[in-house]
């Protein structure tokens, strides 16, 4: 039962990622989260969170198995906030190379890439996948605002999340990236904003407090949003 004054997150349930985690997230800062696959619950819902860790290939099968691509590509054309974690961010690409070739959901353009042998301090070549602690710091050819009016407002720039992954997206308009993380000698995009959407390579939920306050801020967006309708 959905309760009243409590944002309705729903986390799609395609069968990859640590969808636990987020939902004990959404539920710590006031939200009514549900995982589930119910198309009909998805695009009920005031939010939509697509997280995921795994194979891209292996993913885009079971979203299609399961016949909610269509419907994560409805809620993108909607107004609804849409969040996607790691893979989820991934799928949201036109494509990866993650082992061979694979289509993903073309909801933002650019494609998902390996990292190619990063290395660090003394060209001490850097284990993949990258796992750990990591600084997003503000796309400084972006204006400051677009932090400010992302999930990411209140968060200071170099603020560390945690990371788990050997790739990463490519978009191909970099006027949505929010942040950039450096590995060694690569700079990726660890999240972007685009319409409706925010979509990170960190998991916030596996990010101390400071990943909390990106799950609040959701809960804020959804209320504020919630009182202009």
Not at 43 to 54: F, R, T
Request: glycine share 10%; net charge neutral; aromatic share 8%.
């Amino acid at each position: 039962m959905i309760e009243p004054n409590k944002p309705n997150v729903v986390i799609v349930d395609y069968g990859v990622g640590n969808l636990f985690s987020v939902k004990h997230a959404c539920n710590n800062v006031g939200m009514q989260a549900s995982i589930t696959a119910d198309k009909q619950e998805i695009l009920s819902a005031d939010a939509v969170i697509l997280p995921g860790v795994g194979a891209f290939g292996d993913a885009v099968e079971s979203l299609r198995k399961l016949d909610l691509i269509h419907v994560l590509k409805d809620v993108a054309i909607s107004s609804k906030p849409f969040v996607g974690i790691c893979l989820g961010m991934h799928l949201l690409m036109d494509e990866s190379e993650e082992f061979g070739s694979h289509q993903g959901l073309g909801i933002i353009k650019g494609s998902v890439i390996r990292f190619d042998n990063p290395v660090g301090i003394s060209e001490k070549r850097l284990k993949v996948p990258h796992v750990g602690w990591g600084r997003i710091h503000r796309n400084i050819d972006i204006r400051c605002n677009s932090w400010n009016s992302s999930v990411l407002e209140g968060l200071p720039d170099g603020e560390f999340m945690y990371f788990v992954h050997s790739f990463y997206v490519k978009p191909e308009h970099s006027n949505i990236i929010l942040s950039n993380t450096q590995y060694g000698n690569v700079e990726f995009c660890s999240s972007l904003q685009s319409r409706n959407i925010f979509a990170c390579q960190f998991h916030p939920e596996r990010s101390g407090l400071q990943g909390l306050k990106i799950y609040s801020k959701l809960a804020s967006f959804i209320n504020e949003q919630s009182k202009g309708n």
